[in-house]
């Protein structure tokens, strides 16, 4: 299993960024993704999952500014991030399922 994070950068509140993660090495069709989030002393915590159906489940602190979205034919999926807070700020993780694979991490800061 391979997971491949990009797209986290700097930015200032209020803006937006688009994280991609692309997979390899298992059946990504049919594999529930997540995207985890884990902010500086604090733990690594669920933001979003999607099924390999399109369901998709979101944390209360992201509901309505995330979208968890996938593409199947490129085994890829992606968190668009808008109206970004300085607490959004963390290292975002792809992972398999609930965390039966992670990959490597893409640190997102938000600050003015």
């Known amino acids: 299993v391979q997971l491949v994070e990009s797209g986290g950068g700097l930015v200032q509140p209020g803006e937006s960024l688009r994280l991609s993660c692309a997979a390899s090495?298992?059946?990504?069709?049919?594999?529930?993704m997540s995207w985890y989030r884990q902010a500086p002393g604090k733990e690594r915590e669920l933001v979003a999952a999607?099924?390999?159906?399109?369901?998709?489940n979101y944390a209360d602190s992201v509901k309505g500014r995330f979208t968890i979205s996938r593409e199947n034919a490129k085994k890829t999926v992606y968190l668009q991030m808008n109206s970004l807070r300085p607490e959004d700020t963390a290292v975002y993780y792809c992972?398999?399922?609930?965390?039966?694979?992670w990959g490597q991490g893409t640190q997102v800061t938000v600050s003015s």
């Open positions: 999607i099924s390999g159906f399109g369901g998709t």
């Open positions: 992972a398999v399922g609930l965390g039966a694979s």
């Open positions: 090495g298992f059946t990504f069709s049919i594999s529930t």
